[in-house]
T-cell receptor, first 110, second 115 residues
């Protein structure tokens, strides 16, 4: 089955800096890659997603890039703000279900 | 449009008991997927229901079961609770099918504690 790995497991950045979170997946048949943000006491919230026919997608301060050859995708957050502090999960859809990475805790220092 | 709702939000049970959790998807969504979230294992897929039929099942014992009603609302049941079942149980709804790669929207979860 699909295996999704997320690196690093924690990330601390200064407010205003950029943050990059990387994920790798194992199943070349996977074709949909969402990113979720989870704040304490809440369920995961979809922040951006990308499908396999697109290499990059951007939504304001957030962007996702996909490299199907290398089987990795990355989340880029620019001009980070304290409210970006949360746990971020990547996931890959392998034609039957979503498989999630273990999550990364992003801390934005004011 | 209202989001995904889950009830109850918190639950405390003892070993051996059974529990039923409820999920109401976003209006118009027909697919409901369930996940278990624990600090050690992360988010793990339990099962997906679409049009009252289970479409896919994760690697969990038979003590975990679910169903979906004609109005797309879903319930999951865990029988003979074990300490290791303590987790956040999340429900996600999709317009057509999460199993086919439709976007999944999560509810706030039900925090289950087994004593």
């Amino acid at each position: 089955g699909e295996n999704v790995e997320q690196h690093p497991s924690t990330l601390s950045v200064q407010e205003g800096d950029s943050a990059v979170i990387k994920c790798t997946y194992s199943d070349s048949a996977s074709n949909y890659f969402p990113w979720y943000k989870q704040e304490l006491g809440k369920g995961p919230q979809l922040i951006i997603d990308i499908r396999s026919n697109v290499g990059e997608k951007k939504d304001q301060r957030i962007a996702v890039t996909l490299n199907k050859t290398a089987k990795h995708f990355s989340l880029h957050i620019t001009e980070t703000q304290p409210e970006d502090s949360a746990v971020y999960f990547c996931a890959a859809h392998d034609l039957s279900k979503l498989t999630f990475g273990k999550g990364i805790t992003l801390s934005v220092r004011p | 449009k209202a989001g995904v709702t889950q009830t109850p939000r918190y639950l405390i049970k003892t070993r051996g008991q059974q529990v039923t959790l409820s999920c109401s998807p976003i209006s118009g969504h027909r697919s409901v997927s369930w996940y278990q979230q624990t600090p050690g294992q992360g988010l793990q897929f339990l099962f997906e229901y679409f049009s009252e039929t289970q479409r896919n099942k994760g690697n969990f014992p038979g003590r975990f079961s679910g169903r979906q009603f004609s109005n797309s609302r879903s319930e999951m049941n865990v029988s003979t609770l074990e300490l290791g079942d303590s987790a956040l149980y999340l429900c996600a709804s999709s317009l057509i099918s999460g199993g086919n790669g439709d976007t999944q929207y999560f509810g706030p979860g039900t925090r289950l504690t087994v004593l």
